[in-house]
């Protein structure tokens, strides 16, 4: 089977993952995922497929090599999607022999992919691209990579004269809402390097991330009938607004690219009585990180110094740190994946994540994670989109990075 055919069958389960939830997974609809998942990977042949108490699926591909006792290399994917966007009742389809123009989605509402607005589509004319009607996601972040990932199993598991080493499979729960690696067991797992297979285009290979926190700030007010509230009246959503605006207007991601970081307000709730805010905080840089966490408190203070001292709360928490320290000292995973890519016809480069991945935390829990890109574009967008050809390569790579560290002594 093709991986877009898999991608397009995983496209069944509504599986997005939910914040408020306190429950591991936080969806009961991704155990319903998980679940398909070890019937299938039962299904080609790996024994051990499981899914462990958390909703985490693993297996192992055993060494096709006689006696052999090289590296251990895992490759791990997400099951949930984004819930912020549309994503059940998906109705995906394959757009043959690109033409270049304009992609009519849904004609009766008008929704079209366009070149002039998303450029990457330039790259795929000729090409076959799957598609949804414009009302939902697509979901290839991240059941491209889980995709992928499954297709490579059945390769190597159906050609044993492929030479390959031992290889873990992992699939999280919760990524996308920050907890895919909170009751990952590294030992368990039993790697010794990995790569998460979560980006966009083939040839991306990322070792480095964001420097990432939460920050959920609180208001209190004081509410008085307006016909006297001179001097008396506090309007929490007033004063909301005022601490936003003391935040760097060209610091939104709306306004920045590349190493550029961020304060991204992602929900806004008020009253006269009481507001909240809550930003992710983000960038590469550590020293600018930080001095992002230290801005929210300076406009903490400079609002409780007007307003009166509780006026004004916060809450800082850190979700993932910068993987390339991590990664910089197993650079052979990143050499690795560059000629893995350039010996299937492709063009390596690294770019910084504008985001996170299971493998920046992992990383720091002992078992370095670069990223590998997918074939897929428009992530977390009702215009997602993911290109037949590229999910090809991507698993040509996979199978590729397989045998090279078969071939490998051990580290």
Not at 47 to 75: L, Q
Not at 185 to 192: L, M, Q
Not at 331 to 355: D, F, K, M, N, Q
Request: charged share 25%; net charge negative.
């Amino acid at each position: 089977m093709k991986a877009y055919e898999r991608l397009l069958r995983y496209t069944n389960f509504a599986a997005a993952s939910d914040s408020t939830s306190e429950t591991c997974p936080s969806t009961p609809e991704q155990l319903d995922f998980g679940q398909a998942l070890v019937e299938e990977m039962l299904e080609l042949g790996i024994k051990d497929a499981h899914m462990d108490e958390n909703g985490y699926v693993f297996g192992t591909i055993e060494a096709s090599i006689d006696g052999w006792d090289g590296p251990v290399i895992g490759f791990i994917a997400h099951m949930d999607t984004v819930r912020d966007v549309p994503f059940q009742n998906i109705n995906a389809r394959v757009v043959e022999n690109y033409d270049g123009g304009d992609i009519v989605l849904n004609p009766e509402e008008e929704i079209v992919l366009s070149p002039v607005e998303y450029d990457s589509l330039k790259n795929y004319v000729g090409k076959d691209l799957v598609v949804t009607d414009g009302t939902t996601l697509l979901g290839a972040d991240n059941r491209a990579g889980i995709a992928e990932i499954m297709t490579m199993a059945e390769i190597l598991l159906t050609n044993p004269e492929i030479r390959h080493g031992t290889i873990k499979i992992g699939f999280t729960p919760d990524e996308e809402i920050g907890r895919g690696a909170d009751r990952f067991d590294v030992k368990r797992f039993g790697a010794d390097f990995a790569y998460t297979v979560d980006g966009g285009a083939f040839g991306e290979v990322e070792y480095e991330t964001f420097n990432a926190a939460a920050a959920k700030i609180e208001v209190k007010g004081s509410n008085i009938h307006p016909g006297t509230a001179k001097n008396k009246m506090k309007n929490a959503s007033l004063i909301a607004m005022e601490f936003h605006s003391l935040l760097p207007h060209a610091e939104r991601p709306e306004h920045t690219e590349g190493y550029e970081g961020f304060y991204h307000l992602i929900d806004l709730q008020g009253s006269v009585e009481k507001a909240t805010l809550t930003y992710i905080i983000r960038d590469h840089d550590a020293d600018r990180f930080q001095a992002k966490k230290e801005r929210i408190k300076r406009a903490a203070k400079w609002c409780n110094d007007i307003y009166g001292e509780g006026t004004v709360a916060y809450e800082i928490t850190d979700s993932y740190a910068n993987m390339e320290p991590q990664i910089k000292p197993h650079w052979h995973l990143i050499e690795t994946a560059y000629e893995a890519v350039r010996e299937v016809g492709g063009e390596p480069y690294s770019i910084p994540v504008r985001g996170g991945t299971d493998g920046a935390r992992l990383s720091f829990m002992g078992l370095p994670c670069p990223n590998l890109g997918t074939g897929s574009h428009n992530h977390h967008s009702k215009l997602e989109y993911a290109c037949v050809q590229a999910m090809d390569d991507c698993v040509a790579a996979l199978v590729k990075i397989a045998e090279k560290y078969g071939a490998r002594p051990k580290l």
